[in-house]
């Protein structure tokens, strides 16, 4: 079997640019799920005669993967565009004019004000919509102007992409398992973007992960929205949820660990908790977002959920697996939010203890509920971030330096910096630097931490060697 990237041998249109080489550059923006939908992109272009290349100033096709989550990370993208204007008027001598385009969640919520704001663009799509990509491109070079497609089409995505492509040498992988939400939390532009709750087939999943693992990948995460909301159709008929997929992807020979992410709480049932304690492959690392400690937040994000709803699903899953470490999300200055609220989220901050925490300022989403609320004052929100930065800090910190001395084992993935050095993932997520022989690349090893700063580990082998 190839792991290199393969063509799509069943485009329905020949193009005459086909035959020659041309090169794509993309860069994606937000989360993991961007970054696997930006590799099966490269996987449909490839099909037409697109190889990747590191700089956009290199390439025939760039697309900008975007990320609609707030505010900031769309700005960007407009300036990035701004940014790559001058190369629509490159010289045929360098190559000729550089086709433009903008996927993800942006495309999606802005497509025909994108194209007002910067008209020079080629092509906007959709993240359900990516699939297209080649005959957008086709349609491209056979006229002039801008191609939008933004609808949600009728037939799933995953139906039309070719097989997932494995970097040489990757020893992890990102999987999508399901995209979407129904959950329609007030401050979330997801459902209006992702659409609604799809869950891929599991014959499809154990596909894709057996030919991850085939070339070489040991470690796999598995991608969604709401993935915990898994409820994918098996070759019998009958439904499985995200842990009976976990149990089934455990049984690939070879494949050490498995990740998933993002979860809500209200989503997390009983097996999916016994399987931390069961499957040993299920990394005792979990990102879970609260998004807030005061039940009357929760509330008007309509969340589902109350903060101590959130305490005892700690409490069980501690239980299952005393060893797990959590990861969170959390939003401050949500419209409406008091002294009084803020100081709620500071103590289920204290109560559960956290290996690694996000923490944003409130950004209203256009569309969303939470836009039309009175926002707080900016110097409120920035004083209640640093406050709660501050004390996630403190428990990273502390997490971390907890670490030291005991043995763990390590995905080593990526060359150090430092000669001789790997560097690699612990079950935790820390990164950790170790003085490692190059053959150990994409190996298990047994360390020793022996350092510990804010954001990673450093570790020496340990006496009982590979793990």
């Known amino acids: 079997m190839?792991?290199?990237?393969?063509?799509?041998?069943?485009?329905?249109?020949?193009?005459?640019?086909e035959a020659l080489a041309k090169k794509l550059h993309i860069k994606t923006y937000g989360c993991q799920m961007n970054a696997y939908d930006s590799a099966r992109m490269a996987d449909?272009?490839?099909?037409?005669?697109?190889?990747?290349?590191?700089?956009?100033?290199?390439?025939?096709?760039?697309?900008?993967?975007?990320?609609?989550?707030?505010?900031?990370a769309a700005e960007k993208v407009y300036s990035e565009l701004g940014r790559l204007r001058h190369l629509k008027q490159r010289p045929a001598s360098?190559?000729?004019?550089?086709?433009?385009?903008?996927?993800?969640c942006v495309a999606q919520a802005e497509g025909a004000?994108?194209?007002?704001?910067?008209?020079?663009?080629?092509?906007?799509?959709?993240?359900?919509?990516?699939?297209?990509?080649?005959?957008?491109?086709?349609?491209?070079?056979?006229?002039?102007?801008?191609?939008?497609?933004?609808?949600?089409?009728?037939?799933?995505?995953?139906?039309?992409?070719?097989?997932?492509?494995?970097?040489?040498?990757?020893?992890?992988?990102?999987?999508?398992v399901q995209e979407g939400c129904d959950r329609f939390c007030t401050f979330c532009v997801v459902p209006y973007t992702r659409g609604a709750e799809y869950s891929r087939p599991v014959a499809e999943v154990m596909k894709e992960a057996r030919r991850y693992v085939a070339c070489g990948v040991r470690e796999i995460t598995l991608l969604g929205q709401n993935v915990n909301s898994y409820h994918g159709q098996a070759p019998d008929g009958r439904e499985w949820r995200l842990s009976r997929l976990i149990r089934a992807l455990a049984e690939i020979d070879e494949l050490e660990r498995i990740r998933y992410l993002t979860s809500h709480p209200s989503d997390h049932d009983d097996?999916?908790?016994?399987?931390?304690?069961?499957?040993?492959?299920?990394?005792?690392?979990?990102?879970?977002?609260?998004?807030?400690?005061?039940?009357?937040?929760?509330?008007?994000?309509?969340?589902?959920?109350?903060?101590?709803?959130?305490?005892?699903?700690?409490?069980?899953?501690?239980?299952?697996?005393?060893?797990?470490a959590l990861s969170s999300d959390f939003i401050v200055g949500f419209p409406g939010e008091r002294d009084d609220d803020f100081s709620e989220t500071m103590r289920l901050v204290r109560d559960v203890g956290f290996a690694q925490a996000y923490s944003f300022k409130f950004s209203a989403r256009p569309g969303?509920?939470?836009?039309?609320?009175?926002?707080?004052?900016?110097?409120?929100?920035?004083?209640?971030?640093?406050?709660?930065?501050?004390?996630?800090?403190?428990?990273?910190?502390?997490?971390?330096?907890?670490?030291?001395?005991?043995?763990?084992?390590?995905?080593?993935?990526?060359?150090?910096?430092?000669?001789?050095?790997?560097?690699?993932?612990?079950?935790?997520?820390?990164?950790?630097?170790?003085?490692?022989?190059?053959?150990?690349?994409?190996?298990?090893?047994?360390?020793?931490?022996?350092g510990a700063s804010a954001n990673s580990l450093s570790g020496a082998p340990a006496s009982g060697g590979g793990a």
Do not use: W
Request: charged content about 20%.
């Open 113 to 176: 004000e994108l194209i007002s704001r910067a008209p020079f663009v080629d092509v906007v799509v959709g993240p359900q919509s990516y699939q297209h990509l080649p005959e957008l491109v086709a349609r491209v070079h056979r006229a002039t102007g801008s191609v939008l497609e933004t609808e949600f089409p009728a037939e799933a995505k995953f139906d039309s992409l070719p097989d997932a492509s494995v970097e040489p040498g990757a020893c992890t992988a990102f999987l999508t």
């Open 2 to 17: 190839s792991c290199e990237r393969q063509g799509h041998p069943d485009l329905p249109y020949n193009c005459a640019f």
């Open 368 to 450: 969303t509920p939470a836009a039309d609320l009175p926002d707080v004052p900016k110097h409120v929100k920035d004083e209640r971030l640093a406050c709660l930065q501050q004390l996630l800090d403190q428990q990273q910190i502390a997490f971390n330096q907890a670490c030291i001395g005991r043995e763990l084992p390590i995905l080593l993935d990526r060359a150090g910096r430092k000669p001789g050095q790997l560097v690699g993932r612990s079950p935790y997520m820390q990164a950790v630097h170790l003085d490692a022989a190059p053959a150990l690349l994409g190996s298990v090893t047994l360390a020793r931490i022996i």
């Open 94 to 104: 360098d190559g000729g004019p550089v086709l433009l385009a903008v996927a993800g």
């Open 271 to 324: 097996d999916l908790i016994s399987a931390h304690g069961d499957v040993p492959q299920l990394m005792p690392y979990l990102h879970l977002p609260v998004q807030a400690g005061s039940d009357r937040i929760l509330r008007a994000m309509n969340r589902r959920h109350c903060a101590n709803d959130y305490r005892r699903l700690i409490d069980r899953l501690r239980a299952a697996r005393p060893d797990i």
């Open 44 to 72: 449909l272009l490839a099909g037409i005669g697109y190889v990747a290349v590191e700089q956009a100033e290199d390439a025939d096709l760039i697309i900008l993967n975007t990320c609609h989550i707030r505010e900031k």
